[in-house]
């Protein structure tokens, strides 16, 4: 295996894993893979409407599309979505694995802070809302990360920048 990981993020909806990926980009130069932007590239959710199940599938294999050519190249990659499931996780490091990449699961565990964000946004619509369904879908159905999937997990007690330094011992 070659030093490149795939870090997997996991957590609820405004649980903060863009904001955590954004800054792993900027300290350690990840490359950073959103579903939320090729949803809005495709331009579906933007209006708060619901995506189909066709628009999830397709949105979905873009995604995974675009993990190969950076983990082909030996990149370490953040993947950014809900990965609420084994189900989705599993996938992810089945690609991961094809290019003999090792992955972990970065697991926010920030339930009542992501509640708490979710129900601020709809005041200040910072980005775009997650309808009641999609997070109550969300939560209903989110499967831990367990022991086995290489878990790393933020719980916010440490500011996000000390988190990362030692978590990836970048010197911070």
């Not at 959103?34 to 579906?44: M, Q, V």
């Not at 190969?68 to 694995?97: C, H, M, W």
């Not at 946004?121 to 159905?141: I, K, L, M, P, W």
Request: negative net charge.
């Amino acid at each position: 295996m070659s030093n490149a990981r795939l870090y997997i993020l996991c957590g609820l909806p405004f649980a903060g894993k863009t904001t955590l990926a954004l800054a792993l980009v900027h300290r350690l130069g990840f490359t950073h893979i959103a579903l939320d932007d090729i949803n809005s590239e495709r331009g579906l959710g933007v209006s708060g409407e619901p995506i189909s199940q066709a628009d999830w599938a397709r949105s979905y294999a873009e995604a995974h599309r675009r993990l190969e050519a950076p983990l082909a190249s030996g990149q370490t990659v953040i993947y950014d979505a809900t990965n609420f499931t084994r189900k989705e996780r599993d996938r992810l490091r089945k690609i991961a694995a094809r290019h003999n990449i090792a992955a972990s699961v970065i697991y926010l565990n920030l339930a009542d802070q992501a509640r708490r964000r979710w129900q601020d946004n709809r005041g200040s619509r910072t980005r775009y809302d997650v309808r009641d369904e999609d997070f109550a879908q969300v939560t209903a159905n989110f499967e831990l990360p367990t022991a086995d999937e290489n878990v790393i997990t933020y719980d916010g007690i440490l500011p996000l920048d000390e988190w990362i330094g030692w978590t990836f011992g970048d010197g911070a």
